[in-house]
């Protein structure tokens, strides 16, 4: 089956500063690639998605670029805000059948003003 | 707009009881799934139903039962607690992969 790595936590910046949060993957075939948030209490959204290679996923000014050259999907944004603060999580398919996810371990992010 | 609910929110068991967790979309999803969440190990799949009438093991099934009543409600059930299955439980469901989650079940068994 596929498989997901993200980069551990955690992660923690001013407000304002450039966040990046590593995702690689190992699928069979070019699957969709998602990027989900959690914050404290509640269960995971969905933050943004790529359906394809070269898409870029992007949703309240976080962005991620399905790269199939590196395998990768990190997520990105310019100038993080404290609401920012949460746990994200990069998913992809189980595998080819059926939509059941996978989801990486989760990087914890906290940004203080 | 209710989405996923889950109960109970909270539970404290004894190794060796059970307990079904309940679970129920309005969205009239195809798709359910029960997940735990454990510290460093992110959201590791137990269960899941692509349709009415079906279940699939996940990645950790072992000490798990579920059970798909109809196409709203999807349960998932311990036999036999052991502090192993201490964690946070979610379920969710979909449509294609757009997953949403319900807010939780914490059990601790003691």
């Known amino acids: 089956g596929n498989s997901v790595t993200q980069m551990e936590g955690p992660v923690t910046l001013s407000e304002e500063a450039f966040l990046t949060i590593n995702c690689t993957y190992t699928?069979?075939?070019?699957?969709?690639l998602f990027w989900y948030v959690q914050y404290p209490g509640e269960g995971l959204q969905l933050l943004l998605k790529?359906?394809?290679?070269?898409d870029k996923g992007s949703n309240k000014g976080f962005e991620a670029t399905y790269r199939k050259e590196t395998t990768s999907f990190h997520l990105e944004k310019g100038s993080v805000q404290v609401s920012d603060s949460a746990v994200y999580f990069c998913a992809l398919p189980a595998n080819q059948a059926g939509t059941a996810l996978i989801f990486g371990k989760g990087t914890t992010l906290s940004v203080s003003s | 707009n209710a989405g996923v609910t889950q109960t109970p929110k909270f539970q404290v068991l004894k190794t060796g009881q059970s307990m079904t967790l309940q679970c129920a979309q309005d969205?009239?999803?195809?798709?359910m799934y029960w997940y735990r969440q454990d510290p460093g190990m992110g959201l590791r799949l137990i269960y899941y139903?692509?349709?009415?009438?079906?279940?699939d093991k996940g990645e950790v099934p072992n000490g798990y039962n579920v059970s798909r009543l109809n196409k709203r409600e999807f349960s998932l059930r311990l036999e036999s607690a052991a502090p192993s299955q201490t964690s946070v439980y979610f379920c969710?469901?979909?449509?294609?992969?757009?997953?949403?989650f319900g807010s939780g079940t914490r059990l601790t068994v003691v």
């Open positions: 790529a359906t394809k290679a070269d």
């Open positions: 699928a069979t075939g070019y699957p969709s």
């Open positions: 969710a469901s979909s449509e294609d992969y757009g997953y949403t």
């Open positions: 139903s692509a349709s009415e009438g079906t279940t």
């Open positions: 969205m009239n999803h195809n798709s």
